[in-house]
T-cell receptor, first 111, second 116 residues
Framework: NAGVTQTPKFQVLKTGQSMTLQCAQD?????MYWYRQDPGMGLRLIYY???????DKGEVPNGYNVSRLNKREFSLRLESAAPSQTSVYFC??????????FGPGTRLTVL | DQQVKQNSPSLSVQEGRISILNCDYT??????FLWYKKYPAEGPTFLIS?????DKNEDGRFTVFLNKSAKHLSLHIVPSQPGDSAVYFC???????????????FGQGTILTVHP
């Protein structure tokens, strides 16, 4: 089992560009999450999907959209990137509302 | 409003000794607590968890203690090993039916360094 995989690992964007971060899990988990990690601030929840077909906002959703494509895949889209979105992005999954398992992260820089 | 706080940014310990990492929370609706370990350039790895119906949970060298009245939890690592050097995050989620159910709120992290 690969667990939770994320692509790409690194990305550099210019202000105003768009991109989609991809996440997939092979653990048959129902719930999936997107977090961002900034220095000194721990991880903050951007969006989550409690089950296939549902998505909800987390603590810091502004500037992002998500799609739960199927049970395995949950993507995060930046429509118009801003320097404030420079961060490390982590995807996670859980069976229901229990222990979350994380992917390796995507390091995004917006110039 | 920081609902989960780790007030020590760093901790340095000698190999073989005990490491104690602390975490405080303010939301009385939190009922499930977890510790994650994170190495540089990797995702957080689940370490150990505890439900609010318990006050202690042990897994090998790792023990988590929960003091609900003080809204405080701690992670004990005994004995500490150099490979334990990493950033440790505590996290909490809320009761079923509540607004924080299934969603983790993280502390800022504590950098643990274990010296040989």
């Amino acid at each position: 089992n690969a667990g939770v995989t994320q692509t790409p690992k690194f990305q550099v964007l210019k202000t105003g560009q768009s991109m989609t971060l991809q996440c997939a899990q092979d653990m048959n988990h129902n719930s999936m999450y997107w977090y961002r990690q900034d220095p000194g601030m721990g991880l903050r929840l951007i969006y989550y999907s409690a089950s296939e077909g549902t998505t909800d906002k987390g603590e810091v959703p502004n500037g992002y959209n998500v799609s739960r494509l199927n049970k395995r895949e949950f993507s995060l889209r930046l429509e118009s990137a801003a320097p404030s979105q420079t961060s490390v992005y982590f995807c996670a999954s859980s069976r229901i509302a229990d222990t979350q398992y994380f992917g390796p992260g995507t390091r995004l820089t917006v110039l | 409003d920081q609902q989960v706080k780790q007030n020590s940014p760093s901790l340095s310990v000698q190999e073989g000794r005990i490491s104690i990492l602390n975490c405080d929370y303010t939301n009385s609706m939190f009922d499930y607590f977890l510790w994650y370990k994170k190495y540089p350039a990797e995702g957080p790895t689940f370490l150990i968890s505890i439900s609010s119906i318990k006050d202690k949970n042990e897994d090998g060298r790792f023990t988590v203690f929960l003091n609900k009245s003080a809204k405080h939890l701690s992670l004990h690592i005994v004995p500490s090993q150099p490979g334990d050097s990493a950033v440790y995050f505590c996290a909490a989620s809320g009761v079923a039916g509540g607004t924080s159910y299934g969603k983790l709120t993280f502390g800022q992290g504590t950098i643990l360094t274990v010296h040989p």
